[in-house]
């Protein structure tokens, strides 16, 4: 059956990457990773970075949790940063959320499921207004 949270699924390197909305708002999964509970929070916190041995990781600068990314090359990074709008460390590209084919999947996914998505927005979310876009009853962060 599949997840009414789930707004985005891509495979990568192998492995299989989610866009899911939680209580805190959209956040990245890799299905095959063990991330602590519901992955990391997408938008403005979230960095693909890499760590003195040379492997990848995703990490929100907030909070502990982080996808570890092992056998990533530099073009599988970029792809993971492409589709979820993820900014790498030390490149000079600009990377949104809000430019990301996971951010116009999320905008489809409130429009189908806009219950789950008011009773997912009472907390904050590292991507404000995520909630309110296309329902007419409140600004597009996108839009700004």
Not at 7 to 34: D, H, N, Q, W
Request: proline share 7%; charged share 20%.
């Amino acid at each position: 059956m599949p997840d009414r949270h789930e707004f985005y699924r891509t495979e990568i390197c192998g492995r299989i990457f989610t866009g899911t909305v939680y209580a805190g708002g959209p956040y990245l999964k890799m299905l095959e990773s063990r991330t602590f509970g519901q992955g990391v929070p997408l938008g403005s916190a979230l960095s693909i970075s890499r760590s003195a041995g040379r492997r990848y990781y995703a990490i929100c600068q907030y909070e502990e949790p982080m996808i570890l990314l092992p056998l990533f090359c530099d073009e599988d990074v970029e792809i993971l940063g492409h589709e979820f709008g993820i900014p790498i460390a030390g490149r000079l590209q600009a990377v949104s959320f809000a430019k990301s084919p996971a951010w116009s999947a999320l905008k489809k996914w409130v429009r189908r499921h806009p219950d789950i998505a008011r009773a997912c927005a009472k907390t904050e979310s590292f991507v404000p207004g995520w909630h309110e876009m296309d329902l007419g009853y409140g600004a597009n962060p996108a839009r700004g």
